[in-house]
């Protein structure tokens, strides 16, 4: 398992009637955006059904140096619409200093690799997902925003991933 550490460029998004500050002063660093993402305990993923339509659910996870890890059966919804379109959006459980990551997944299959992952996973949640069978997926970021809802305009923050 490759863990190069990510690092993003930030930038301003683009959210025109907003009043988001245009300079670069004031924008969050990464590591506020990986904070977050390491402590959320619940995540939201949103995927798109094959007709086109939204699906967004609750899902346990881990933010580590490369990306974000997950299991879903690979007959849920989650799991079939990934296989049909492996683009998804994950956003940590606080809205008030919210991080949102676009992203593509891809399964996580070599034994080797998933060790690390079921043992961060077991410390994380008392749970053993080792022998459940289902597909692991790593979610390689694209673009990430952070949205800190209390300095808003002056933080609005999004990152591209090289």
């Keep these: 398992m490759a863990t190069k550490k990510l690092k993003p460029v930030a930038s301003r998004p683009q959210i025109p009637g907003y009043g988001v500050k245009e300079n670069k002063k004031g924008l969050l660093p ?3 955006a990986e904070d977050r993402l390491r402590k959320s305990k619940q995540y939201w993923i949103a995927t798109t059904r094959p007709e086109g ?3 967004v659910m609750v899902i346990w996870g881990l933010w580590m140096a ?15 619409n990934l296989a049909a379109n492996p ?11 919210a991080v949102v990551v676009e992203g593509t997944v891809e399964v996580i299959s070599d034994a080797k690799a998933l060790k690390p992952i079921f043992a961060a996973y077991k410390r994380k949640y008392k749970f053993d997902v080792s022998g459940m069978g289902e597909p692991f997926y ?3 970021p694209h673009t990430a925003f952070g949205l800190y809802e209390k300095k808003f305009v002056e933080t609005a923050t999004r990152w591209k991933f090289r």
């Design 53 to 55: 339509a939204p699906h």
């Design 30 to 32: 990464w590591k506020w």
């Design 66 to 80: 490369d990306g974000f890890y997950f299991s879903t059966g690979k007959n849920s919804r989650k799991g079939r």
């Design 138 to 140: 790593r979610v390689r």
């Design 87 to 97: 683009r998804c959006v994950i956003c940590g459980e606080d809205a008030a200093q």
